[in-house]
């Protein structure tokens, strides 16, 4: 079964960039039709998508986030990362990342993935 893992630093600064990265294991992001997602709880809310890349590399975001997103992969490391610009303490949430078979933009709980990280906890504070 697919793995995944995120990894980045759990503060951020607010107006600075957000960056994280997802490793993933026993599965590869350039195989088959898969997307790759990078989903975020706030505290005391529920989901939130917020971009995914597809195994042939092409990449969606939410409107919502659009602007600041940017969603990149790395083939040889089996990895794809996040990027979110101008971070509020608005931005302040877990990040998930997760894999489906269908793009999925308004998620509701994991199990509509086939595969989910453990999360990663980002504080957006100066």
């Known amino acids: 079964q697919v793995q995944l893992q995120e990894s980045g630093p759990g503060l951020v600064k607010p107006s600075q960039t957000l960056s994280l990265t997802c490793t993933v294991s026993s599965g590869s992001i350039a195989a088959s039709h898969d997307y790759w997602s990078w989903i975020r709880q706030p505290p005391g809310k529920g989901l939130e998508w917020i971009g995914a890349i597809t195994s042939r590399g092409s990449t969606f975001a939410s409107p919502s986030l659009k602007r600041r997103t940017s969603i990149s992969r790395d083939t040889s490391r089996n990895q794809f990362t996040l990027q979110l610009s101008s971070v509020t303490p608005e931005d302040t949430a877990v990040y998930y990342c997760?894999?489906?078979?269908?793009?999925?933009?308004?998620?509701?709980?994991?199990?509509?993935?086939?595969?989910w990280g453990q999360g990663t906890q980002v504080t957006v504070s100066s």
């Open positions: 997760a894999r489906s078979l269908r793009l999925i933009t308004s998620p509701t709980m994991a199990s509509e993935y086939d595969g």
